[in-house]
């Protein structure tokens, strides 16, 4: 069983910054995936991010590219999202999400992952 804990999330006007953490524990995340999904009012969840525990690589939602960064602390067993340049269509519950082995083209969906997060409100105002 591997719990994971949101953190970070609330309002901030649009082109502003937050960073989202999770806290993972109960299972060595070392030969997990790690990733993010959002789901805004009305519609389903959607990934946003992900990284292989075991040696950082990254992956991205197009059109999170070049604004979000994802990245992991081992010592601290937290992932974060780093979210720059922040828009109102960003506004959403953001989830983090785990499950052993290797990114894989099927992780790109919500059903690829075992654990959840509770969420945390990221709200962009105009």
């Known amino acids: 069983q591997v719990l994971l804990v949101e953190s970070g999330g609330g309002l901030v006007q649009a082109g502003g910054s937050l960073r989202l953490s999770c806290a993972a524990s109960g299972r060595t995340l070392s030969n997990y995936v790690m990733a993010w999904f959002h789901r805004a009012p009305g519609k389903e969840r959607e990934f946003v991010a992900a990284i292989n525990w075991s040696d950082g690589s990254t992956y991205y939602a197009e059109s999170m590219k070049g604004r979000f960064t994802i990245s992991r602390d081992n010592a601290e067993n937290t992932v974060y999202l780093q979210m720059n340049s922040l828009k109102p269509e960003d506004t959403a519950v953001y989830y983090c999400?785990?499950?052993?082995?290797?990114?894989?083209?099927?992780?790109?969906?919500?059903?690829?992952?075992?654990?959840w997060g509770q969420g945390t409100q990221v709200t962009v105002s105009s």
């Open positions: 999400a785990a499950r052993p082995g290797r990114f894989a083209i099927s992780y790109y969906k919500a059903g690829g992952y075992i654990y």
